[in-house]
């Protein structure tokens, strides 16, 4: 119950958080400064006063993460990982313990009439006869 009531919540943050970002003015130059550009003074220049949408980012930024770690460990037990191949083989080894030790006597292995040979009771023509 409560492991989706924050499932929805995070999901409601990640989105508020990316329009967030994506709301802010760009402060220019981005990777130019690391080159040595005119934009590097910008990057690396004295700090401009926070705005709210500023401050609202940073807000989500962190209750994000929170969220993260809360979920993660809420969700710590939830989930085993399984195996599809080894579900079928434990249910294969449920119904045939012995299924290595199988003479072939079962009728689900094979269609009726393909498990026996049948030998001819007359020789064939052509062939010779004991006496």
Same mark, same amino acid.
């Given at each position: 119950?409560?492991? &989706? ?33 005119a ?30 770690l ?42 009726a ?12 023509? &052509? ?5």
């Amino acid at each position: 119950m409560i492991y &989706g009531f924050l499932l929805v919540i995070h999901v409601i943050v990640s989105v508020l958080l990316v329009v967030a970002v994506l709301m802010q003015a760009s402060k220019g130059g981005g990777l130019a400064g690391i080159a040595g550009g005119a934009a590097s003074t910008a990057v690396f220049g004295g700090r401009q006063a926070a705005t709210l949408l500023h401050k609202v980012t940073i807000v989500l930024a962190v209750v994000f993460g929170l969220n993260c770690l809360v979920l993660s460990s809420l969700s710590k037990g939830r989930s085993t990982p399984r195996s599809v191949t080894q579900e079928q083989m434990q249910e294969e080894a449920a119904s045939n313990p012995l299924g290595f030790l199988d003479d072939g006597s079962s009728d689900a292995a094979m269609p009726a009439g393909e498990g026996t040979a049948t030998l001819p009771t007359t020789p064939a023509e &052509g062939g010779e006869t004991e006496e």
